[in-house]
């Protein structure tokens, strides 16, 4: 039992290059905060990346950011703040919902997990914002890809490939950023009291304007008195983020206003309330209940996504509610049983997608493909990368199975 | 051709040609073979027009059945494939070989899909950039990405290249609009990945795809993500006396959490060059214009124009137009949009460039461009999309004096080289292709580069869909597969605890 914690680079690739050597496998690890995510791993060795740590490079004016991949999000979100900047993708935060603690989190695991938050919707995930990295394979070879510019397409995205490898393709030492502005004011529209049909309708009519809005989620009710101190109440909530420049947020509202004035109760939110329905939505606080119930992440096509809930409703309980204009449905199965094969059956029906199961016991998680199962082609194509950068499966081998 | 090492042609299949036309036939029936050499002709470059050659066969096929039937058979006989858009490359991506099918996809021409609720469209491949715009502009909607030959690029050649456009700034490159494709490996088999939903499940191979230059499949069919048209655009059109003070202005409309829609910027010989031809009223006494397009409410736009006026002026702009009517913006854009003809005008040939480079570099890199300009005895104008540092140096030069391609590609090599040297990389958005291709190394190590090949290995391990682009060195996936580690050949006595 090893515990490996480089804090270079250089000790990184020795570490792999001794596992590859050993044919040792290795848990890759920064903070532990996703670590209930995935097939459980019985590795007798780990790679702590939390102690390579630390912000490379910062130029706001370039709108670029270089940090090691053990660096916590969370310093690396209050020095952007301290420039007015963000990264606009808006990691979300798994801690709570897993029974850990909130703020934890590395750079390295918002690429490896390709987290995104609310604001995906019009600013793109994880993958979106990444220009380059630094990584060492599972063969023990020390690589970089991209860079640290934005328009780049010299050569395959490799930065890419391995975002959403939760690890299993190789380790990342230095990630590079696109960071953006944070918008100088947030104003959220509700419609209260709508059943998650006339949401799903609300919500595309509001992303068919020209308003601009960044963030679009559907708190059926009761699940909305979860969010923001239950300063929503507990009425259904339909909340529509618009962000900008002062005047131009007041006019996109005033055009919401009018747009969706018949559909039901319109409430305005702004600052502070609004920063916080928007923080708890990220981090699926309403399902934030300290049990083990198992919770699915599933994305699809917005408009089905009320559908699959109404059908499913009829054969397990469940609750759910939905952010990303309906298209990404949070679900908490409310007896207990995953029903992966149920509910991955209904979302093939519904138009595809894919279900993740975010939080079950570790039994459930051995037992069950945790990552939506693929179409046998695309599953083979898939392992060859997996043999290609990592022939010996020492890194988190069996994670994604 | 001027000293580009392309794959040695494979004498066995230069000899059964005739066989293989006679079952490509048997695959695409009717119009979809093309084999005389008069006809072929139209296909023997794309966009990079320095390089020809004629393919052994032309075939446009109209099915996913004959792309996967064509690409199995060619897989099955170790023959190779150039798939092929439109064909408006600008480095040589679809050039063809000699040995080669040239697999075209002009005849998928059918948007499959529209659907504005979830404001996706699905597209064949061979359908325009633009078509997608044309098909949904009727309730509002556009395509954002907006490469200059959106009126023929193809939306399947769009991702093959991860296109660009002036746009990209604020809305994105074509990978962060796509949200799903269909595509054929080498072997034949049929893959979707991603669709009307976002992030595709697993590993990105989505990402990995765009920006692929058609060596790991052939894509089939695409899903982009449509935007609301803005409610208005306007336009300033900015000179100043120096490129660093205009360099400076761009940095602080981004200091100031400003992204323009659009942020341009051209150099004295572009500004002249376009001005002669097309007299949009540029300004002929300034060394850099800047053209920033703000989109969106007219409240916002008016606030922003305010905004950024004040800060041309705090950086010494001499001129500041501000659009007052919709022609008025399209003046501003006409002469940026007609630069590359207008340098046609000037030159008999130019050769266009395309690095990307960390904004606050441009003094230094247009000062060596001045440098290598008085080497090399070649003129060069600048255009470029300022906004994220994406140059398009056009380096002018005369074809028919003996030696001055070489001269021009040297030049344009060497820029290249100081792209990379200030941080910035080879291809912004026209792809690395057969023109940047020996140039890789300049950015990339073996290491790096054999990193890439692996992708490569594992779809289309026979190296025989577009072979002799983008890696400067081909070698076998069988040598690359090797573990050169083994245990007990690394000797670790004492683990290494950190």
């Known amino acids: 039992m090893t515990t490996f914690t480089p804090t270079t680079s250089e000790e990184v690739l020795s570490s792999v290059a001794w596992a590859v050597a050993e044919e040792a496998p290795l848990e890759i690890l920064g903070h532990g905060s996703k670590r209930g995510i995935g097939r459980p791993l019985q590795t007798e060795h780990t790679l702590d990346l939390s102690k390579l740590s630390g912000v490379t490079l910062y130029e706001p004016a370039e709108l670029v950011l270089s940090a090691k991949a053990g660096t916590g999000l969370a310093e690396i979100e209050q020095l952007l703040a301290q420039n007015g900047q963000q990264l606009a993708f808006e990691p979300m935060d798994y801690g709570p919902l897993l029974g850990g603690e909130p703020g934890k989190g590395t750079i390295g695991g918002v690429l490896g997990a390709n987290l995104s938050g609310p604001r995906r919707l019009k600013a793109g995930a994880a993958r979106d914002h990444i220009l380059g990295i630094n990584v060492v394979s599972g063969r023990g070879e020390a690589f970089k890809s991209g860079g640290r510019v ?57 992303l068919g304007s020209s308003a601009e809005v960044s963030s679009a989620a559907h708190l059926p009710e009761r699940i909305a008195a979860r969010v923001a101190g239950g300063s929503l109440g507990s009425d259904a909530a339909t909340v529509l983020r618009v962000e900008g420049f002062g005047p131009s947020v007041a006019y996109r509202i005033a055009a919401l206003k009018t747009l969706l004035g018949k559909a039901g109760p319109l409430e305005e939110i702004a600052g502070e309330a609004s920063k916080a329905i928007w923080r708890d939505v990220r981090d699926i606080r309403p399902f934030v209940d300290g049990s083990e119930k198992p919770v699915w992440r599933v994305s699809m096509t917005p408009a089905q996504g009320h559908q699959m809930v109404l059908t499913l409703r009829m054969q397990a309980g469940v609750s759910a509610f939905y952010d990303w204009q309906g298209g990404l449905v949070w679900l908490r199965m409310e007896e207990g049983d995953p029903e992966a094969a149920l509910l991955r059956g209904l979302l093939r029906k519904h138009g595809g997608g894919h279900a993740t199961l975010v939080r079950a016991a570790p039994a459930h998680r051995a037992a069950l493909p945790v990552f939506e199962p693929q179409a046998p082609a695309l599953a083979a194509l898939s392992q060859r990368l997996k043999q290609e950068f990592d022939p010996k499966n020492i890194l988190n081998p069996g994670r994604m199975a | 051709m001027s000293g580009l090492a392309m794959p040695k042609p494979d004498a066995g299949t230069l000899r059964r040609r005739s066989e293989i036309v006679a079952d490509m036939r048997i695959i695409v029936p009717g119009e979809g073979v093309v084999d005389a050499a008069n006809e072929m002709r139209a296909f023997e470059s794309d966009g990079l027009t320095a390089y020809r050659q004629v393919p052994l ?171 609301k048209k803005p409610e208005t655009a306007r336009a300033l059109l900015i000179g100043f006396p120096t490129s660093e003070q205009g360099g400076q202005c761009v940095a602080d409309i981004i200091g100031a959490g400003i992204i323009p829609g659009g942020m341009e910027m051209m150099d004295r010989p572009a500004i002249h060059a376009a001005e002669d031809f097309v007299h949009a009223g540029y300004p002929l006494d300034v060394e850099a214009l800047l053209i920033v397009e703000l989109d969106g409410p007219g409240v916002e736009v008016d606030h922003l124009i305010t905004a950024v006026e004040a800060i041309a002026i705090a950086n010494g702009s001499t001129t500041c137009r501000i659009s007052q009517s919709e022609q008025e913006r399209l003046s501003f854009w006409a002469g940026r949009k007609a630069a590359f003809p207008a340098v046609g005008r000037i030159s008999p040939d130019y050769y266009c460039m395309d690095g990307t480079i960390p904004r606050k570099e441009l003094p230094r890199v247009l000062a060596g461009m001045r440098e290598l300009s008085e080497k090399y005895g070649l003129g060069v104008a600048n255009v470029f999309h300022a906004g994220d540092g994406n140059l398009h140096p056009l380096i002018l030069y005369d074809a028919n004096i003996p030696g001055e391609l070489d001269k021009a590609e040297s030049f344009g090599a060497d820029i290249l080289r100081l792209c990379v040297k200030v941080g910035g990389v080879l291809t912004g958005e026209h792809g690395v292709g057969v023109e940047k291709r020996d140039l890789m190394p300049e950015m990339f190590s073996q290491i790096d580069l054999d990193q890439q090949m692996r992708v490569k290995c594992a779809f289309d391990p026979g190296h025989l869909l577009n072979p002799g682009k983008v890696f400067p060195q081909l070698r076998r996936c069988a040598e690359l597969g090797r573990m050169h580690v083994h245990r007990g050949q690394v000797a670790f006595p004492d683990i290494p605890r950190f």
């Not at chain 2, 199995?72 to 600008?90: A, E, H, M, Q």
């Not at chain 2, 059918?110 to 502009?137: H, K, S, W």
């Not at chain 2, 604020?170 to 009307?196: H, Q």
Request: proline letters at 4%; charged letters at 15%; a negative charge.
């Open chain 2, 57 to 227: 066969v032309v075939v446009l096929p109209e099915t996913v059945a004959q792309v996967s039937r064509v690409l199995k058979y060619c897989s099955d006989r170790n023959i190779r494939v150039v798939p092929r858009g439109s064909g408006t490359s600008l480095s040589g991506g679809a050039l063809p070989l000699e040995d080669a099918v040239l697999l075209v996809m002009s005849r998928f021409n059918r948007i499959l899909a529209i659907d504005f609720p979830n404001r996706i469209v699905v597209a064949q491949p061979g359908v325009t950039n633009l078509g997608i715009t044309t098909a949904v502009e009727q309730e509002g909607f556009y395509y954002a990405p907006d490469p200059s030959s959106q009126i023929a690029c193809s939306i399947g050649g769009n991702v093959a290249e991860n296109s660009g456009g002036v746009h990209c700034l604020k809305y994105g490159l074509t990978a962060n609009n796509v949200l799903g494709i269909e595509m054929v490996l080498m072997n034949g088999e049929v893959v979707r990945l991603g669709g009307s939903h976002l992030d595709a499940e697993g590993y990105d191979l989505l990402g990995v795809m765009t920006g692929s230059e058609g060596l790991l499949g052939v894509v089939t069919e695409v899903t982009v993500r449509i935007l």
């Open chain 1, 150 to 206: 934005v328009k780049n397409v010299t050569g395959y995205d490799l930065s890419k490939l391995m975002a959403n490898s939760w690890g299993t393709l190789a380790v990342f030492t230095d990630v590079t950023f696109k960071v953006l502005p944070t918008a100088e004011t947030e104003v959220t529209l509700a419609v209260r009291g709508l059943l998650d049909d006339a949401a799903a309708g609300a919500m595309a009519l509001a």
